[in-house]
């Protein structure tokens, strides 16, 4: 099995809609991330959380919102889904007692709005 | 602002021709300078992290380095299945990674 498991694998809505992307992990990290890889732009990051009481804004917060829902879960939100977040977002795990911030990575969700 | 920029875009190999891919960077206080794999539709896998300047990992046909403004990851006889999209990042203090736009290499049998 999975250490990070993202699901849904693949997602298509339609402009407006309310979705959710959720993320869980076996790892035992307490760090979590959401990331959007575009074509052209790399990884940019969305949220991170180093606890369960602790979420900070990334890079590319605006429209989009996270839960952590226990030390394994994470999710993230999309309130009213635009085309232009069309794009593979991953999740990802550090392990905070870890020297620097080598990060493990889920297989992404693929999400397309149309 | 922590900056990573990654040379070339894509390459394109014969199994067996070694070449480097670049990774530049601008970054206040590294921690670490960190190289990725990912195959298509899934997502990075970690390869290396380097420290310092003068600092060299390998794995298999893989040689990290590192100076104090660029990292190369060179591949020594390249196979087929090394065809990969290689990402670089970089940490900075006890911030979060920055990474590159990646670089796409295909190796032709």
């Known amino acids: 099995d999975a250490d990070v498991t993202q699901t849904p694998r693949n997602r298509i809505t339609k402009t407006g809609k309310r979705i959710m992307l959720e993320c869980s992990q076996t790892k035992g990290h307490d760090r979590m991330y959401w990331y959007r890889q575009d074509p052209g732009l790399g990884l940019r990051l969305i949220y991170y959380s180093f606890d369960v009481k602790d979420i900070n804004k990334g890079e590319i917060s605006d429209g989009y919102s996270v839960s952590r829902q226990a030390q394994a879960k994470f999710s993230l939100s999309l309130e009213s889904a635009i085309p232009n977040q069309t794009a593979l977002y991953f999740c990802?795990?550090?392990?905070?007692?870890?020297?620097?911030?080598?990060?493990?990575f889920g297989s992404g969700t693929q999400l397309s709005v149309l | 602002e922590d900056q990573v920029t990654q040379s070339p875009e894509a390459l394109r190999l014969q199994e067996g021709e070694s070449s480097s891919l670049n990774c530049s960077y601008t970054?206040?206080?590294?921690?670490?300078l960190f190289w990725y794999r990912q195959d298509p539709g899934k997502g990075p896998e970690f390869l290396f992290t380097l420290y310092s300047a003068g600092e060299e990992k390998e794995k298999e046909r893989l040689k990290a380095t590192l100076t104090k403004k660029e990292s190369f990851l060179h591949i020594t006889a390249p196979k087929p299945e090394d065809s990969a999209t290689y990402l670089c990042a970089v940490q900075a203090g006890y911030s979060t990674l920055t990474f590159g736009k990646g670089t796409m290499l295909l190796v032709s049998p």
């Open positions: 970054v206040s206080g590294l921690r670490g």
């Open positions: 990802a795990t550090s392990d905070l007692g870890a020297t620097n911030e080598k990060l493990f």
